[in-house]
């Protein structure tokens, strides 16, 4: 694991040492890092490196709900977020933000399959499951299968005796069930009249 504390992380001799760190992150993820090499980048911006801010940004983009992206893609300047292939990676994000998954899973296997690598699609059907869970209260097992890029219908339906188990999903013919979820600051909506 990679420790840099405070103006250690802008040494230039350091930049190889994070860099690598970045493009093995299959086995880890550190924001701190990320974020350390976009500010060296800015800096020095001789030394940017396309592969890695790519590397960083679907790394940031696996992360999703949290805030990782927005927070990352800051620290790139407006003029590299327009270049290939970075472009396409924010474009990406962008599909996902805005809850356009058949578009982002067509974008992905058209136009970036370059930009894919181990744990990359299964961690977008997570957070896909996490905006459907958060949005439905039902929806059919083929719109399920389309917003989840899956092929087959056993894995679909792998997916839903999953969820079945684990949150109380029920499916009644092609239509899943999704139990209401409420927030911490939300209160269960009352019926008229109860109390």
Known sequence: KVVLEGVQKYEANNLPQLEQYVLKQKVGYSSDVNAAILRFYQMEPQLMNPQVIVMILMSAIQQLPKPDFKRLSHLVPLHIQKQE???????????????????????????????????????????????????????????????????????????????????????????ITLPLEYSSRQSKPQLPGAR
């Open 85 to 175: 292939p970075i472009v396409r990676v924010f474009a990406l994000a962008e599909c996902l933000e805005t809850a356009k998954f058949l578009q982002f899973w067509k974008l992905l296997t058209e136009e970036s399959a370059d930009l894919v690598f181990p744990g990359v699609q299964e961690s977008v059907r997570d957070y896909i499951m996490w905006v459907v869970k958060r949005t439905y209260h039902q929806i059919s097992v083929q719109q399920l299968q389309q917003y989840l890029n899956l092929q087959s219908p056993s894995q679909v339906d792998e997916i839903i005796d999953e969820k079945q188990k684990q949150n109380g999903w029920t499916v009644e013919g092609n239509t």
